[in-house]
Every structure is written in structure tokens, then in C-alpha cells.
């Protein structure tokens, strides 16, 4: 069943029509699954266009599922390895962790072996970090807020902009449920990791 996901995954996200060399990883939930959009406008699809678009020979495979944990994209991530070799990771993941309340080192030890599991593969990886509402109380957003700092220095892994930065505080770019981006919103997502992903980038 995964597998038949994974195959349909990257026959949707693989836009461009010409030969790709190299290939970037999107693993992560539904914040980059296009949850609640079409997928053309989704901001990972947003990304394939745009590296069409500048020349970059890149294949965007999209392996995010709505609702997926680190634990879920751990047991996971051995078969999407046999099904792609990713030069680049975007890896973003967590948010549904701490929703649902998981155990902080449990969610750190888990994103952990992930990045090893995808620097053994040889992908680099730029790691999003997630954030919590207020209503968690501030031990547990702090705490969960400081894994993706520390799994960077201790793992010495890129970590981008909030993906959400300047979008998850406006309503008019949330869908109904206070939870998942407009389509609107999905090029301002883009631009929050393009800085990070970029420089990552080979031209040849």
C-alpha cells in the first residue's frame, strides 16, 4: 500500500518534462501535502516550477502524507529510500507530534535517526522547524520548540525559516480550520525555505 502511495506521489510531483539528475525529498505532513488544495497548488509543486524555471535540473519527490508523525515517517522512510536517492531533504515534520502531546525526547530521538538514516543515504537535509500554539503551555512549546535547534547544531543540519512564517497568524491565509495554509498562502510558504534550500543547489 505504501509503496503504490509513494509510486503515485512521484508521478504527481515529478512536473518537469525534462531529464532530472538529481532528485530533493519532501518528507513531511500535511502542510506540504497540499491538504484541503489541489496539488498543482501546493507549495511543493510551487517548488518543482520554480526550479524548472531557473534552470535547476532537480526532481521534487514528494513523499508527505496528511497526518504523519516523525514515528510514522521513520517506519516509513527505509521503503521511499529504495524508491528514490535524494540529494537534498526538506524534512518537516513534528507539528502532529507536538499536537497530539508526544514525549520531547521521544520526538527529538525520532527526527534524530531520521537525519542519520538520510546522511547515510548521502542526502543533505534542511530541516523546517514546527511551532505550537499558545494553548500548549509554555514548558512544553519551549521545550519542543528546541529540538529542531539542537538536533541542528548536534547534527551540524541546515534549519530553515518557520514555514509558516507570517501566514499562521493571519486568518485570511488559513483554511477553516486554523490549521493548514490557503492556496494563497502556498507561495509565501516557498519563499520562507527558499533562502535556506538555494544555496543547497547544484547547477550542474
Not at 538529481?22 to 507549495?43: C, K, M, Q, R
Not at 521513520?74 to 535524494?86: C, F, G, N
Not at 507570517?166 to 491565509?173: M, R, V, W
Amino acid at each position: 500500500m505504501i509503496k503504490k502511495l509513494l509510486l503515485t506521489l512521484l508521478c504527481l510531483s515529478s512536473l518537469s518534462t525534462r531529464a532530472q539528475d538529481n532528485t530533493i525529498l519532501v518528507l513531511a505532513d500535511s502542510l506540504s501535502a497540499s491538504y484541503g488544495i489541489a496539488i498543482e497548488d501546493g507549495w511543493v509543486s510551487l517548488l518543482q516550477n520554480r526550479l524548472r524555471d531557473q534552470g535547476y535540473t532537480y526532481n521534487v519527490f514528494n513523499a508527505s502524507i496528511s497526518g504523519d508523525t516523525t514515528h510514522g515517517a521513520k517506519s516509513r522512510l527505509d521503503e521511499i529510500l529504495t524508491e528514490t536517492k535524494p540529494d537534498i531533504t526538506i524534512l518537516e515534520l513534528g507539528g502532529n507530534d507536538g499536537l497530539r502531546g508526544l514525549p520531547i525526547p521521544e520526538i527529538k530521538s525520532n527526527l534524530g535517526e531520521i537525519i542519520g538514516l538520510l546522511e547515510t543515504a548521502g542526502s543533505e537535509i534542511l530541516l523546517v522547524p514546527m511551532l505550537l500554539p499558545p494553548n500548549y503551555g509554555k514548558f512544553y512549546i519551549d521545550r519542543f520548540t528546541a529540538i529542531y535547534s539542537e538536533l541542528a547544531e548536534e547534527t551540524a543540519t541546515l534549519l530553515s525559516k518557520f514555514i509558516l512564517d507570517g501566514i499562521a497568524d493571519k486568518p485570511e491565509l488559513m483554511q477553516n480550520d486554523g490549521i493548514h495554509p490557503t492556496a494563497e498562502a502556498q507561495i509565501m510558504m516557498l519563499e520562507n525555505i527558499w533562502p535556506d534550500l538555494q544555496p543547497m543547489l547544484s547547477e550542474e
